[in-house]
């Protein structure tokens, strides 16, 4: 066991840092290299009932700090999951489904689906920012509950929820009670910071095409919207649900402010579609001596220990 292995909801990760679902996992050749990789999951990309292309390009621009995209969830269709679990099994290593539906129906029928397949951890996506004419489900507290309530009896593999950015602490609330009335097991905080805008001043212009240049926002200048989540959910739940940080997660150390924030795991995006597949193994490395240096032997003695002035 190594000084960074850790627990999701019940499941073992070999270690602290995985893939966030979003780039480089929708395509069953991408997902295989995540399973060679030294991602400690393999998260898939959300999916849809059926195939989608996703937005019109260009979509997703790389900034100085991060990027700004509209995807508009281009995905192979769930069934095509559901089929990709059998052979990435064979990788050893937790597979964690994405949804997410256009409707109530669209998340009852994926999870129920997921719920029978081989995968380690459903994640039910409440926050894809980047479809017309569909807001984000989690800033509605109504919906979210429907959902919830029509989800919870499915099966017995975990479901946790990737949530928006919450800048209030009575948003977090109200969430924090649905999450622990409806017994959801781990919650991935935070998805992109939803319909920013990035303009080019050269060009007085957007750049990203899709819904007039609002877009997603994401890598390091989302860090702390992240950790704050990450911390706030911490100590409403209690400990009682598991937690992904994600937003920003460059460097071990980036990491091990998610861990002080109470992250039982992080989830890159951002640097894992500029870097590539070696930043897993980069990123663990570094929290590793991180951890050495301060004389930390696992992620459970550090976790949450965030300390107050
Ligand atoms: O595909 C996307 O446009 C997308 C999704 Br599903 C999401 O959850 N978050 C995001 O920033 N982009």
Same mark, same amino acid.
């Given at each position: ?18 893939n ?6 929708a395509?069953?050749?991408?997902l295989?290299?995540?399973?060679e990789?030294?991602?400690?999951a ?21 900034l ?13 269709? @769930? ?13 050893s ?9 256009l409707?109530?129906?669209? @998340? ?22 980047n ?14 509950e ?16 990737k949530l928006?950015? @919450?800048?209030?602490?009575s ?5 924090a ?25 050269e ?42 940080g994600?937003?920003g ?8 402010e998610?861990?002080?924030a109470?992250?039982?795991a992080?989830?890159?995006?951002t ?11 980069r ?12 004389g ?14």
């Amino acid at each position: 066991m190594s000084r960074t292995s850790t627990q999701v909801a019940g499941v073992k990760f070999d270690s602290y840092i995985c893939n966030a679902s979003g780039p480089l996992d929708a395509s069953f050749e991408e997902l295989q290299s995540l399973g060679e990789s030294k991602s400690s999951a393999i998260m898939m990309k959300s999916c849809t009932i059926e195939p989608r292309e996703g937005n019109p390009e260009p979509r997703y621009v790389r900034l100085p700090h991060g990027a700004i995209q509209s995807m508009g969830l281009p995905n192979l269709g @769930y069934k095509k999951y559901l089929d990709f679990v059998k052979d990435l099994k064979k990788y050893s290593k937790p597979i964690i489904a994405s949804v997410s539906g256009l409707s109530l129906d669209d @998340y009852v029928v994926m999870v129920k689906e997921f719920q029978k397949s081989d995968v380690d951890l459903i994640e039910v996506n409440l926050s894809c920012p980047n479809i017309e004419g569909k807001p984000q489900v989690a800033y509605d507290f109504e919906q979210s509950e429907k959902i919830l309530s029509a989800i919870r009896n499915l099966g017995k593999k975990p479901l946790g929820l990737k949530l928006p950015p @919450y800048n209030d602490f009575s948003f977090q609330k109200q969430m924090a009670e649905l999450i622990l009335k409806y017994d959801i097991k781990f919650i991935t905080c935070i998805n992109s910071i939803g319909n920013t805008l990035v303009i080019d001043p050269e060009k007085e212009s957007t750049i990203i095409k899709p819904k007039r240049g609002f877009g997603g926002l994401s890598g390091e200048y989302i860090k702390p919207v992240a950790l704050a989540n990450v911390r706030a959910f911490y100590e409403l739940l209690n400990g009682k649900v598991s937690i992904f940080g994600v937003g920003g997660v460059n460097t071990g150390s980036d990491a091990f402010e998610f861990l002080l924030a109470g992250a039982d795991a992080v989830q890159v995006g951002t640097v894992f579609e500029k870097e590539g597949s070696g930043c897993f193994e980069r990123i663990n490395m570094e929290l590793e001596e991180i951890l050495l240096k301060k004389g930390y032997d696992s992620i459970e003695s550090v976790k949450g220990n965030l300390k107050y002035l």
